[in-house]
T-cell receptor
Framework: GNSVTQMEGPVTLSEEAFLTINCTYTATGYPSLFWYVQYPGEGLQLLLKATKADDKGSNKGFEATYRKETTSFHLEKGSVQVSDSAVYFCALSARTGGFKTIFGAGTRLFVKA | GAVVSQHPSRVICKSGTSVKIECRSLDFQATTMFWYRQFPKQSLMLMATSNEGSKATYEQGVEKDKFLINHASLTLSTLTVTSAHPEDSSFYIC?????????????FGNGTRLTVT
């Protein structure tokens, strides 16, 4: 079946550091890929998405590129802020999975001032 | 933007009682809603797909009689945890797709923290 694997946390960074959270997926066909973010005390919300190979999703300084050759969708940000502290979930949705959204385990990010 | 409202945000109940959780789409119609369960430090596990006007579709391993789902209107789905036990304590989250397209992003409620004593 379809699945998502992302790096375990927590990840602790200082403000203005570079962030990478790795995400790889297994799916037949051509899934859509997502990053969701859960800020403390809030529900999940979409951060960015990509629907086909080589697409780059971007939002709030975060980026991720859909790499079909490596089945990856790594999340990056050049300079993190304290307000980026949250849990980040990589996810996919595909026709082969009945369009159910499958989530990775989540990576908690702490950014220190 | 599209809003999914979930109520209550927290509930504590005694073992053996039932608890109902409501999920509403406030500014869009949702023929399908999704119920997830989130364990501490773990990912979201899809429990079931709620279908307006028909039976819910449950994921493998999820007890239909334990987790009753009703989707009576285009804006409301409910999850009832029946005869709750401490092992049912968890964080339950509902979601829906406001945009057309089976691969469109999900919008989530803020979740319900259930504690069974």
């Amino acid at each position: 079946g379809n699945s998502v694997t992302q790096m375990e946390g927590p990840v602790t960074l200082s403000e203005e550091a570079f962030l990478t959270i790795n995400c790889t997926y297994t799916a037949t066909g051509y899934p859509s890929l997502f990053w969701y973010v859960q800020y403390p005390g809030e529900g999940l919300q979409l951060l960015l998405k990509a629907t086909k190979a080589d697409d780059k999703g971007s939002n709030k300084g975060f980026e991720a590129t859909y790499r079909k050759e490596t089945t990856s969708f790594h999340l990056e940000k050049g300079s993190v802020q304290v307000s980026d502290s949250a849990v980040y979930f990589c996810a996919l949705s595909a026709r082969t999975g009945g369009f159910k959204t499958i989530f990775g385990a989540g990576t908690r990010l702490f950014v220190k001032a | 933007g599209a809003v999914v409202s979930q109520h209550p945000s927290r509930v504590i109940c005694k073992s053996g009682t039932s608890v109902k959780i409501e999920c509403r789409s406030l500014d869009f119609q949702a023929t399908t809603m999704f119920w997830y369960r989130q364990f501490p430090k773990q990912s979201l596990m899809l429990m079931a797909t709620s279908n307006e006007g028909s039976k819910a579709t449950y994921e493998q391993g999820v007890e239909k009689d334990k987790f009753l789902i009703n989707h009576a209107s285009l804006t409301l789905s409910t999850l009832t945890v029946t005869s709750a036990h401490p092992e049912d304590s968890s964080f339950y989250i509902c979601s829906a797709r406001p945009d057309r397209g089976d691969n469109s992003p999900l919008h989530f409620g803020n979740g319900t923290r259930l504690t069974v004593t």
